[in-house]
C-alpha cells in the first residue's frame, strides 16, 4: 500500500472473525479507526487492542469517515446495520452469516435494494489459495474437461456456537444451526469451483450425537442437482457438514471428464496460527478488500455472493425436511 492509509471501521463484534480480520488489517498497512458493537466493554476492549474508537452507533462509525466498513452482525442487527450503512460512502462486506433464513434472505434483499453503497458477502474460503488454485485448473488451464460430479466436507466444531454469546448461531431459526453457520463453507466451494452454481433440488438428512448440547444437528448431508451457467446438463452434488468434536476440514473432490481433482483446507495441531491465516483465506480476504476499497467496491459483492447464501439455506431446509 502506498499513500494514506486507509480507514477500516468494524460495526458488530459478533463473532471471532473481526478479530482476525483486524489483525491483518493493521498488518497489511491499513488504520483501524472505530467500532461499534451492542456490548460496549467489548467494543472498548477491540479498539484499545486494535485502534481507533469506540462509538455508540452505526451513525457515528460512518461519521469517522471510513473507506471500508467490515460488517459481523448478530442476525437482529443485520438489517439495521445495512440500513444505516447503505446510505454512507463507504463500500460495505458482511461476514458470515448474511441471512439463515428465507423470511432473513428476503429482508436482506429488501434492505439492498435502496443501498447506494457497494455490499458484498462470503466465506473466507473464497480466498483460500488452494481453492484457487484448484479453481483456476477447472477453468480450462489444465484440461480437466467437463465436471461431471462435485463431494464437499465441511467440519468445524459447533461448541463455540452454543456458548451463552453465541448461542444465536445454534439456533436454527436465528443464525441457522450447523447446517448453515458451517455448511456456508461448503457452497462458497462449489462457487469458487462453479461461479453461479444455483442448488435446484436435492434431499438430505441431519444427525445429532447422543449426549450433544446442540440446539441444531451436528452432522447434516444432501445430495442435489446444481444447475450451472453455460453447463449444458445439471452437475450432482454431495455435500456433508459437521459439527463434531476435532480441526476444521474443509475439502471437495470434483469428478472431472480427465480424473478427480481434490483440495483440503484444514487447521490440524500441526499448523501454526499464520499458516492458518493464509492457508484459510482470512488474510487474502482482507487484502481483496484493501485493494477495492480505494476504487468503491468490494469482494463478492451481493449479486454474484446471493446464490451462495441462498444455496446455503435451501440446503438446509433440504436436511431438516422443510424443503
Known amino acids: ?151 464437499v466436507h465441511a467440519q468445524h466444531d459447533n461448541a463455540a456456537f452454543q456458548l451463552p454469546d453465541r448461542s444465536w448461531q445454534d439456533d436454527p431459526q436465528r443464525g441457522g444451526g450447523t447446517a448453515v453457520t458451517v455448511g456456508v463453507h461448503a457452497w462458497e466451494m462449489v462457487d469458487v469451483l462453479l461461479p453461479g452454481a444455483t442448488l435446484v433440488s436435492g434431499s438430505g438428512w441431519t444427525r445429532t450425537r447422543d449426549g450433544s448440547t446442540t440446539a441444531s444437528e451436528d452432522a447434516a448431508g444432501v445430495d442435489g442437482l446444481l444447475r450451472v451457467p453455460g453447463a449444458a446438463r445439471e452437475v450432482p452434488v454431495q455435500v456433508l457438514v459437521t459439527g463434531v468434536p476435532g480441526p476444521d476440514v474443509y475439502a471437495v473432490d470434483v469428478v472431472t471428464a480427465t480424473g478427480i481433482r481434490s483440495v483440503s483446507l484444514g487447521a490440524d495441531g500441526g499448523v501454526d496460527g499464520d499458516e492458518v491465516n493464509a492457508a484459510l483465506g482470512f488474510l487474502g480476504l482482507i487484502r481483496a478488500l484493501l485493494d477495492m476499497a480505494p476504487h468503491g467496491a468490494t ?15 435451501r440446503a438446509a431446509e433440504a436436511t431438516r425436511g422443510d424443503a
Do not use: C
Open 299 to 313: 469482494v463478492a459483492p451481493w449479486r454474484e455472493a446471493r446464490v451462495v447464501v441462498a444455496n446455503t439455506v
Open 1 to 151: 500500500m502506498t499513500g494514506a492509509a486507509l480507514r477500516v471501521a468494524f460495526a458488530g463484534l459478533a463473532h471471532s472473525h473481526p478479530y482476525t480480520d483486524a489483525a491483518n488489517v493493521r498488518a497489511l498497512g491499513a488504520e483501524v479507526v472505530g467500532v461499534h458493537d451492542a456490548d460496549a466493554v467489548a467494543a472498548g476492549d477491540f479498539a484499545g487492542r486494535f485502534g481507533g474508537a469506540a462509538v455508540d452507533s452505526v451513525g457515528a462509525l460512518t461519521a469517522r469517515r471510513p473507506d471500508l466498513v467490515i460488517v459481523t452482525p448478530r442476525p437482529e442487527e443485520t438489517v439495521p446495520f445495512l440500513q444505516v450503512l447503505g446510505g454512507g460512502g463507504a463500500p460495505v462486506f458482511v461476514n458470515k452469516i448474511m441471512a439463515a433464513t428465507a423470511a432473513q434472505l428476503d429482508e436482506v434483499d429488501r434492505v439492498l435494494a435502496a443501498s447506494s453503497v457497494p455490499v458484498g458477502t462470503s466465506s473466507v474460503l473464497r480466498f483460500a489459495p488452494g481453492l484457487r488454485r484448484l479453481a483456476t485448473e477447472l477453468d480450462g488451464g489444465a484440461g480437466t474437461g467437463e465436471v461431471l460430479a462435485l463431494r
